[in-house]
């Protein structure tokens, strides 16, 4: 069984839009996009620098166009057939439109409005996220909690992201919890998933609700808790609530271990997933879409593993 993923804030880099924009149609998809959510895509992803593309409001919709552009590159979804589909943070969006729940052009407004909430939120105090890499879960996250952070994402693998104001997260880099090797800043703009998103849910769940959510067509399986949701609606509410409660991703990975993953395709900006899946998910194999010379790997091992 095939698992299509789509990555995070945080896995953005400048320019890593400009190679999609030369495969025939895609500039031209990427405009109208862009037309539809008053933010031009084509500047931020070709030629905006790192400040430019950290800005919450901008990075989220240019991750899930990013996310839905190579997708189509490499065959639609109904192509590629996958068993399962998820995302990480704001990439559940992108899933969401992979699994039917929403159509692209939805799956843009909502995003172009959760990144302007969550980018006002994080206005409010100045907050960041920090990645842990090595220790005992356990020990970490106590130690966090002592500090006043938040583990936003239990990533799995070795990792955990904090998340809170700039002080708490400088005191975190002067005083490690024991075991962990290094503490290393995300390019994000807030302390996303933790109580300083709390006035983005309200926002979000206002624009939700003009949306007609579709059950998924393919196994969804959620940041909450690892679980495959079913329902659309219920898809929807927890991409909501998600936005200020902790992403697990270790779970989402327990998830796919359990439906019998074979084989994993994360979409652009490929990288972070695939290689929490190498360290997690032993025997499964994975596959980054960086950029168009991915493409023809990917549906290599699409062909092979596809209808396991």
Known sequence: ML????????????????????????????????????????????????????????????????????????????????????????????????????DDSAA????????????????????????LLGGDPETSVAHLEKLGLTPANINGAGQIVAAGTLEQLAALAEEKPEGVRKVIPLKVAGAFHTRHMAPAVEVLAKAAAGLEPRDPKVTYVSNKDGAAVTGGAEVLERLVGQVANPVRWDLCMETFKALGATALIEVCPGGTLTGLAKRALPGVRTLALKTPDDLEAARELVSEYAND
């Open 3 to 102: 698992v299509l993923v789509a990555p995070g804030q945080g896995a953005q880099t400048p320019g890593f839009l400009t190679p999609w924009l030369e495969l025939p149609g895609a500039a031209d998809r990427v405009a109208a996009w862009s037309d539809a959510i008053g933010l031009d895509l084509l500047h931020y992803g070709t030629q905006a620098d790192a400040d430019g593309i950290r800005d919450t409001s901008v990075a989220q919709p240019l991750l899930v166009a990013a996310g839905l552009l190579s997708a189509e590159a490499l065959g639609g979804v109904a192509a590629v057939a996958p068993g399962a589909v998820a995302g990480h943070s704001v990439g559940e969006i992108t899933a969401a439109a992979f699994a039917g729940v929403l």
């Open 108 to 131: 843009l407004r909502l995003v172009r409005r959760r990144g302007l909430a969550m980018a006002e939120a994080a206005a409010v105090t100045e907050t960041g996220m920090s990645a």
